[in-house]
């Protein structure tokens, strides 16, 4: 048992942080709007920076806008245990989503700073840049550039829908920082998010001990047949795209059923061409969305999903081509962070099931070059990205204190004089 078993941290506290943050870019609907790089995000940014100055933190920024805060360790070569998570919103954001992983961070250092403790590696809160991709593609910029999975430059480059770019954008509030933006050592990462999905609350536990994120593969189908007239062509002499399309889509739903719970798939977008009503489609691009955590049953998925295109492609005298746009790959949390996140929740009481995280969160870039592990609070209906978006404050002390057990139980033993 930890010599600091008994610490807990100010739920009260959190909570209060939490909603003054969200009057900033509050919307009429209690939600938040807070976009990555405008004038609110500035505020936000500036807020959060006053509070970790005010505790003593040392702030830095790197090239990309991220925000660090350290918590000073009794040795100052060690690397960082680290919890971060990000302040920007979607345009109909909610009041946790993001927010919650970093001001519970923030709660963590205060904690330990009210009690007196000295950790022996630094301990420190990142805030990272743009995670929601609403208003600058793709999403996760901010920790997807420190890992070095993007291109600093590219990403400056990036125009939001007005055209302005992000590297502009970052030099207009203030926050295009004097720290490169590269990966360093860390001792390990955690990141506390609410669920965003209906589980942990059906279920009526309190925390998620997360084992890692869903990988997901996305793909452009698309079909060719013949334009033909809807009234005077035959069924039977039709090459008609739909007439894949239909089994193949009824077909994908089964092959997710086949490896339930876990597995999806989903159509977010279909496009015929030339896109007539009373015209039988040359040409129909289906967006295809497959995801499972395991990394071996989402590689069966996709061949099943390949084997029924092609079948059903074949049987109708239809050309077929598969375009596979993006294959992000399963994401393992570290055994040693997944372990000290399921023994706080265990020492701590609460209930908590294992489980993955159905979205990406900058965990999954994170995890990518240091030990890193995440913990899931419920949010009520599952609800997020959406103005409602609620969690209950015991829910989110009960979360904050997990990072805190965990954090400590990562801090490296004090070197033997
Ligand atoms: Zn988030």
Redesign the pocket.
């Given at each position: 048992m930890s010599a600091h078993a008994s610490l807990r941290v100010d739920g009260e506290r959190l909570w209060r942080s939490l909603m003054e943050m969200a009057r900033i870019g509050a919307t009429e609907k209690g939600g938040c709007n807070r976009q990555a790089l405008t004038d609110e995000d500035r505020e936000g940014r500036d807020l959060f920076v006053t509070w970790c100055q005010q505790l003593g933190c040392e702030v830095s920024v790197d090239a990309i806008g991220n925000i660090f805060a350290r918590r000073a360790g009794r040795d100052g070569s060690l690397p960082p245990v680290l919890a971060g998570?990000?302040l920007d919103t979607q345009p109909t954001g909610g009041k946790f989503?993001?927010v919650y992983?970093v001001l519970a961070g923030l709660e963590v250092l205060r904690t330990l700073q009210d009690a007196g403790i000295e950790t022996e590696a630094p301990f420190e809160i990142a805030a990272w840049t743009n995670?929601?991709g609403s208003r600058f593609n793709p999403a996760m910029i901010g920790s997807g550039v420190w890992a070095g999975v993007m291109d600093l430059d590219k990403v400056y480059a990036t125009t939001d829908k007005a055209g302005k770019t992000m590297g502009g954008e970052l030099e207009r509030i203030g926050y295009k920082g004097e720290l490169p933006a590269a990966a360093r050592p860390l001792t390990a990462a955690f990141e506390v998010?609410i669920e965003q999905g209906p589980i942990l609350e059906k279920e009526g536990l309190q925390i998620g001990v997360l084992s890692g994120i869903q990988g997901l593969r996305w793909y452009d189908l698309v079909i060719d047949g013949d334009a033909c007239h809807a009234g005077p062509t035959p069924m039977e002499s039709r090459r008609d795209p739909f007439m894949a399309a239909a089994p193949i889509i009824q077909g994908c739903y089964d092959i997710a059923a086949a490896h339930a719970p876990w597995g999806r798939a989903t159509f977010g977008d279909i496009r015929a061409e030339p896109g007539s009503r009373n015209t039988v489609p040359e040409r129909l691009v289906v967006n295809v969305d497959l995801r499972h955590p395991d990394a071996g049953v989402l590689d069966r998925m996709d061949a099943e999903f390949r084997e029924l295109a092609a079948r059903e492609c074949a049987r109708h005298g239809l050309e077929l081509r598969v375009d596979e746009l993006w294959h992000m790959p399963v994401t393992r949390f570290a055994p040693q962070c997944v372990q000290a996140v399921r023994a706080a929740t265990d020492m701590l009481g609460y209930g908590s099931m294992e489980m993955v995280s159905g979205a990406g969160?900058d965990s999954l870039y994170i995890a990518t070059v240091a030990p890193t592990g995440m913990i899931f609070v419920p949010c009520e209906n599952g609800i997020s990205h959406n103005e409602s978006e609620n969690a209950k404050p015991e829910d989110l002390e009960a979360g904050c204190n997990v990072l805190l057990h965990a954090m400590l139980a990562m801090d490296p033993a004090p070197a033997a004089s």
């Open positions: 998570s990000h989503d993001g992983g995670e929601e998010h969160h």
